[in-house]
């Protein structure tokens, strides 16, 4: 991070002739605070509270009083460290002109929507471009703010609790996740970290930690259904398969829906195959590969290959190739899209932005600079795990997450703001703190990532 911030400053101020766009606050995009006002001690109160609280709930709590309860935690800690703002800090994320709620009123006819929204992306000819973000997504992400507007919830309030709703809900997915994967013991120090994450200082506000939400209920159903009956529903005597087609159709269909939010999201391919894959046998969470008793590769590849895990993989697919086709019988190709999205990124709106962002930014920097910002959203407790690493089927969720970020970063398209762009990826990654030695240096973790996101928060007044 120290050096992404000097070479950062580096390149803005010497090599490149103006900036990186980034604001000052290298690698993450933001400025230095400049003002002092009361609501500055409204995160670190809310700290405070949550070093004294929470910790004692997490151990005392059942398991699903424990998830519900996290959502209301992460929600609570991501406006806490908004408001150092005011309350204006929870919906200016979300007011520039070139967020998705600027673009709502353009949208006058739900009818032909899909049909001309490649139309504005990138040739001013056929009117108005979309704003930058909407330009660089695919239609769905403008479509949710249409939505809420149409039903009668519009205005930047209600798009940034849907906001930190939608990223706020992506943690009790994450949680049972690392349950089903890791265990019990698991998933209760998991707990303890995961609400509480720097990651919270981009819920509250931006519309991918919405995204991030979607994802996570995704790879959450389609785990559940590729898992084995005796591991997820014991007490009710197992699920039926009507059961687990239902949950992989959900998850398919959730997936398959992250594919009209962000085209980044495409890279969930491999979070996808990898929870189904690598689901826990009916022996419950462990190691990952064959048992003790019989490690043969080949016994190890028909458990891994098995109809439960390959029908719900199946299922899967199956929703999120009508989902694609739903959208190119409706007039949207999802492909074209994409080229349309990524030839803006690299050359902005023909005739109206030149020269673009991605232009001065370089690329080197960027492969330094993007995991330094990952860090970040992350903190110090989940960086820390990585020194306790341990066997375990659990790993399957950071593993494939960063695997989906080499991807980005090989893409060569998401060149800084990654503390929100990352964040569905940087959220399956919290599992990681359930290998801390929670009882020996739990409260001192906590602490440490409490006063990381506190820190921030004072000195930073980041973009979202």
């Not at 997915?173 to 994450?197: C, D, E, K």
């Not at 960027?366 to 995991?371: E, R, S, T, V």
């Not at 990352?422 to 990681?432: E, G, I, S, T, V």
């Amino acid at each position: 991070m120290a050096g992404a911030l000097v070479l950062g400053c580096h390149l803005a101020g010497v090599r490149i002739a103006g900036a990186l766009h980034l604001g000052q606050t290298y690698p993450i995009a933001g400025s230095w605070r400049s003002t002092v006002t009361g609501w500055l001690a409204v995160p670190v109160v809310a700290g405070g509270l949550a070093y004294w609280g929470w910790p004692r709930l997490v151990r005392r709590l059942r398991w699903r009083p424990l998830l519900a309860l996290s959502t209301v935690v992460a929600a609570g800690w991501s406006v806490a460290l908004s408001l150092v703002d005011g309350p204006a800090g929870l919906t200016a994320p979300l007011a520039p002109y070139q967020q998705y709620p600027h673009d709502v009123p353009r949208v006058t006819d739900l009818g032909d929507y899909l049909a001309t929204f490649a139309r504005h992306v990138v040739d001013p000819a056929n009117g108005p471009v979309w704003a930058v973000h909407v330009g660089g997504h695919p239609p769905g992400a403008l479509g949710v703010f249409v939505l809420l507007d149409r039903i009668g919830l519009g205005g930047l309030g209600w798009a940034a609790a849907l906001c930190i709703a939608g990223g706020a809900l992506a943690v009790p997915s994450v949680l049972a996740l690392t349950r089903l994967y890791g265990g019990a013991g698991a998933g209760r120090r998991a707990a303890l970290f995961v609400p509480l994450a720097p990651a919270a200082l981009w819920i509250a506000t931006s519309a991918d930690a919405l995204f991030a939400g979607v994802a996570a209920a995704g790879l959450c159903a389609l785990a559940f259904a590729a898992a084995p009956a005796v591991t997820t529903a014991p007490a009710r005597g197992g699920r039926s398969w009507v059961g687990r087609g239902l949950l992989a159709a959900v998850g398919g269909f959730a997936l398959g829906s992250c594919l009209f939010l962000s085209y980044g999201l495409s890279l969930l391919v491999l979070p996808a195959i990898a929870v189904v894959l690598f689901a826990p046998d009916a022996a419950g969470p462990g190691g990952i590969g064959p048992s003790r008793q019989d490690r043969s590769a080949s016994r190890w590849l028909r458990e891994t290959l098995s109809p439960q895990r390959i029908w719900p993989l199946l299922i899967g697919a199956v929703l999120v190739l009508a989902l694609l086709l739903a959208a190119r019988l409706a007039g949207f190709d999802w492909w074209h899209g994409l080229s349309l999205a990524a030839e803006r990124t690299r050359t902005g709106a023909r005739s109206v932005h030149p020269p673009t962002v991605w232009q001065d930014r370089p690329t080197w920097y960027f492969l330094l600079a993007n995991p330094a910002a990952l860090a970040v959203v992350l903190g110090p407790a989940t960086i820390a795990a990585l020194g306790f690493l341990r066997r375990s089927r659990l790993l399957v969720l950071p593993v494939a997450a960063a695997l989906a970020v080499l991807g980005a970063l090989v893409s060569d398209l998401s060149k800084g703001e990654v503390e929100r762009i990352y964040l569905p990826f940087a959220l399956l990654m919290l599992p990681l703190t359930a290998m801390l030695p929670v009882r020996r240096y739990g409260r001192l973790l906590l602490a440490v990532q409490l006063g990381w996101a506190v820190l921030i928060a004072l000195t930073i007044e980041t973009w979202w």
